[in-house]
């Protein structure tokens, strides 16, 4: 039987890309009774007499799969920040990298409307793409005004399935029509386009961007650690889990502790304050997440 992969959920359809050809699907009931739902994203068995009458009959074993939005097997999120308008936040981007590497999700860090910065602006983004580079993230700076940085943006995106995470107004919309001008889309109108407007059914889709596909999404629709524990929490900043490889005790929360190693590396700014601070502060919201029963 042929196998294809989901790329648009709709109304209790599936439309599956098989063979460069898209074949409308439902979903077996047993997949109901099994309490199996296929998402956008899932690799898949089908059978199908014809593009319009097809069936799925398996839904393979998913490396992840993210609730909200409902979509699995994402090899990158591509984090979009505005260097201005909005101001670049460091803390909201160490937000979404925390909830990307809790879900083993490759990030690449975007920062866009470089044409805007000026000359204090742009050394201090650039003095931020070299302290994140450092902790062990790709980081590209682009304009979708001038194309600048979008060459290395595109290569990123081939053969691999990115969703698309960030903050309104940064310009995300822009930065899809500069990859593939024929989507046309008009600014803030993504949502619109994919099926999320405000008189749309809700929807996940894939757009296919050069030889990838990506998913325009806010990424997550709720950027609360709701299921990542205070011992997860090292293991989502790459520098600081480094740095804890010479701590004195296992389990070292990096807080109060003696013979801290990343205490030790925040002091001689190996880690960088701010991240260091963040790390803290997301800890405390943590711990005191109330307990789930």
């Known amino acids: 039987m042929p196998e294809g992969k989901i790329v648009k959920a709709l109304s209790g359809f599936y439309y599956v890309l098989g063979n460069d050809k898209l074949i409308q699907c439902r979903g077996r009931g047993i997949f109901r009774k099994n309490k199996i739902t296929p998402l956008v994203g899932d690799e898949v068995v089908f059978q199908a007499e ?21 979509i699995a097997n994402v090899d990158q999120a591509i984090l979009v920040f505005s260097a201005v308008e909005p101001d670049f936040s460091t803390v909201l981007l160490d937000r979404f990298l925390v909830l990307v590497e809790f879900n083993r999700i490759e990030p690449l860090i975007c ?71 024929d989507l046309e889309l008009k600014t803030n109108d993504i949502s619109t386009h994919l099926g999320r407007g405000k008189h749309t059914t809700r929807h996940v889709e894939l757009i296919k961007i050069g ?57 001689s700014s190996e880690i960088p304050a701010y991240r260091y601070e963040h790390y803290l502060d997301f800890l405390q919201e943590i711990k005191d997440r109330k307990p789930r029963y």
Do not use: W
């Open 211 to 267: 030889n990838g596909l990506i998913a325009d999404t806010p990424g997550f629709s709720s950027l609360e650690f709701t299921n990542i524990e205070a011992e997860d929490l090292t293991f989502c900043f790459p520098e600081i889990q480094r740095a804890s490889e010479n701590c004195k005790f296992r389990g070292c929360l990096h807080v109060s502790e003696p013979k801290c190693g990343v205490k030790q590396a925040v002091d």
């Open 50 to 70: 014809n593009d319009l009458e097809g069936y799925i009959m398996e839904v393979k074993t998913r490396k992840n799969e993210l609730i909200r939005p409902p």
């Open 111 to 181: 920062i866009t409307k470089m044409d805007l910065t000026n000359d204090e602006e742009k050394k201090m983004i650039k003095d931020y793409a070299e302290q994140y580079t450092a902790a062990g993230y790709k980081v590209i700076l682009t304009s979708s005004e001038t194309e600048a940085g979008i060459e290395l943006l595109s290569p990123h995106v081939d053969n691999k399935i990115s969703v698309f995470a960030g903050q309104s107004g940064v310009g995300k919309s822009s930065l899809l029509n500069v990859l593939r001008p």
